[in-house]
């Protein structure tokens, strides 16, 4: 069907505010990942899912970031009390299946900007 | 972790140029993409190429994995090409994926 798809688009939030962001990935696609891009830079890793499990988190920046995956499909990347170090560009791409062997599409991204 | 370069890290190129961009990657790899960000920040996939060589119109990409490289051949260069190119790798043994810190593109008429 359609693309990976995030909302929202555009998040402005006030420094120690919380925020959620959500992928919708490619339907029937396995695998999910979490980046983080800041400006000028190349996407950084945060966070992969096969399935609902979370199998590496490695790339979170700090305890205030968490990502979920329920029901193995749409994934919620949430931070809490914001901080500005935070604002950068969060991309959610998806794979048909486990990580390793099949390539990974990227959503359009969800801009945050903490003021 | 793997490190992967991409150079250059800036082109200007005339429409209707060819151009070369290449990856270096430090270690074995079990999945390398090529990636165009256009202007609005979306990123396009290219190819997906951890080894050998693929052609897509205007575009192709050779991968030589035992030399731990990549390039992207751009042929006849439009200015719809500008943007930035993104290698992103996978390295063997692992879910987490690095990408290089892209080519910054630039096609003048």
């Known amino acids: 069907g359609a693309g990976v798809s995030q909302s929202p688009r555009y998040k402005v939030a006030k420094r120690g505010q919380d925020v959620a962001l959500r992928c919708d990935p490619i339907?029937?696609?396995?695998?999910l990942f979490w980046y983080q891009q800041a400006l000028g830079q190349g996407p950084e890793f945060l966070t992969y899912f096969q399935n609902e499990a979370q199998l590496d988190k490695s790339g979170l920046p700090s305890d205030r970031f968490f990502a979920e995956r329920p029901e193995g499909s749409v994934s919620t990347l949430k931070i809490q009390r914001t901080q500005q170090e935070d604002s950068a560009v969060y991309l959610c791409a998806s794979s048909l299946t486990v990580a390793g062997s099949y390539e990974q599409y990227f959503g359009p991204g969800t801009r945050l900007t903490v003021t | 972790g793997i490190q992967v370069e991409q150079s250059p890290p800036d082109l200007i190129l005339q429409e209707g140029a060819n151009s070369t961009l290449r990856c270096n990657f430090s270690?074995?790899?079990?999945?390398l993409q090529w990636f165009h960000q256009n202007p609005w920040g979306q990123l396009i996939n290219l190819f997906y190429?951890?080894?050998g060589t693929k052609q897509n119109g205007r575009l192709s990409a050779t991968t030589v994995a035992t030399e731990r490289y990549s390039l992207l051949y751009i042929s006849s260069s439009q200015t719809t090409d500008s943007g930035v190119y993104f290698c992103?790798?996978?390295?063997?043994?692992?879910?987490?994926?690095?990408f290089g810190i892209g080519t910054k593109l630039q096609v003048i008429p």
């Open positions: 339907s029937g696609h396995v695998s």
């Open positions: 270690d074995s790899v079990n999945n």
């Open positions: 190429i951890p080894s």
């Open positions: 992103a790798v996978e390295r063997r043994g692992y879910q987490k994926v690095t």
